[in-house]
């Protein structure tokens, strides 16, 4: 399969964000290309999905319960990974950093001279207290390209008094779009997001994101998201996201 | 002017979403009221500003700069704040919470009963060490209503690796949109995003966020916002929002 890492998109360094003292100069700012390739990406996924889920790693795993779970989430959780047990469904891992996810991918952009000292956490998992921010875990079922999250938003992830921040729950949402755009056909960037509200979240409640990808076309994945009540008797938001798809290259 | 703390929208608890062990079950999920109102309230805008802006609080402000922020974030907060002298533009002050900025006004549906005891944050302050999240600051225009936000993504903001995730951009772009709208007419919920992605951020770079507000019709305020580089030649993304107007009254 045909390398994409030599796309615009990356490159040499031309400082145009130069931002003396940090070390992220290298990813330039170009246009996000329009690549049109004949690759059939779905019939990767089994790959994919089994390199994203491999046992074979010491890496915390921050999809798994804890005590700040509430019997709603925990419900769900054990609902859905007994789901996974005739393989149809499997449990996403979720590590600190997308490195980790991609280990042994090739990343466009990054130089050899960058160093893993600064420690990077994946936006959504960067308030590390158990309940205090993010609590979620993310399954997905690979023949049928959707995914389901649960969400339980902590007292970190505030926007109006003791109501969720509409941006909290944008970011998760597209969180989860990408796990499933990736793992559905190496969508890899975010190309366009569009959110309705419909109902405030209470911090601390339960919400279920039922993310599907609706096609795959020019080289763009089209997905969509419902956040729900585990009842799905509150309907709270909407949405839809377009990723981009491109192929990492091994290392 | 009407009192619109009797909405629809908010009221008991009907433990839709009840999780047990937690205090918020008093906000209510019903659906997002078709308010009609035929107050003006831009004129009230110098007011709220004066509020918003008090300087009668020892809160900690956490806009100001520290030793994380870049030289170019920096020149570009001397350069605003120079403009601030004439009285055009204000600087916003940023407390951990919003019930801070807030302080006096009566939120719907919180019972007398709801305690303070848990530690909140406003998402886009849920990092508190310096230049691991969210570095941003938001100046506003009272009288053009529109914003300037500088925002520089530290590394607990990472979506692919090394850059800034998606949904890290969106949740402040929700935030400078909603803190503008409420300035510009009491804009207090999110109703619609809508995100075009152009370019990625390399984490550690900075980010000029222009927030316009278009038209207030229909009791919803409509902004646009342009996120470039600091020298306009990089353009990351275009978001649009729709807010909700909704009066807070005095407690």
Not at 69 to 74: K, N, T, V
Not at 84 to 89: I, L, P, S
Request: net charge positive; with cysteine.
């Amino acid at each position: 399969m045909m390398s994409l890492w030599r796309m615009p998109w990356f490159g040499a360094s031309r400082g145009l964000l130069g931002t003396p003292g940090l070390r992220f100069q290298t990813v330039l700012h170009r246009h996000i290309p329009k690549l049109v390739l004949g690759t059939n990406f779905s019939s990767s996924t089994d790959k994919l999905v089994s390199r994203f889920c491999s046992k074979n790693t010491d890496l915390k795993d921050y999809a798994l319960p804890n005590a700040s779970w509430s019997p709603d989430m925990m419900r769900l959780y054990k609902e859905l990974l007994e789901k996974t047990k005739d393989g149809e469904w499997i449990k996403m891992p979720s590590f600190k950093s997308n490195s980790d996810h991609i280990k042994g991918l090739k990343i466009p952009g990054q130089s050899e001279t960058t160093s893993d000292k600064e420690d990077y956490r994946i936006f959504t998992r960067c308030i590390e207290n158990e309940g205090q921010g993010y609590e979620y875990v993310i399954f997905f079922h690979p023949s049928k390209k959707k995914s389901v999250c649960l969400f339980q938003p902590g007292p970190f992830l505030e926007g109006p008094p003791r109501i969720t921040h509409g941006g909290a729950l944008v970011a998760l949402m597209d969180e989860t779009f990408s796990k499933t755009a990736y793992l559905a056909g190496y969508g890899l960037f975010t190309l366009n997001l569009n959110i309705k509200f419909k109902k405030v979240i209470p911090i601390g409640s339960v919400v279920v994101l039922n993310v599907e990808v609706e096609k795959i076309e020019d080289q763009k994945i089209f997905l969509s998201c419902i956040a729900q009540s585990p009842d799905q008797q509150v309907l709270f938001a909407k949405g839809s996201g377009v990723f981009l798809q491109l192929e990492l290259e091994e290392e």
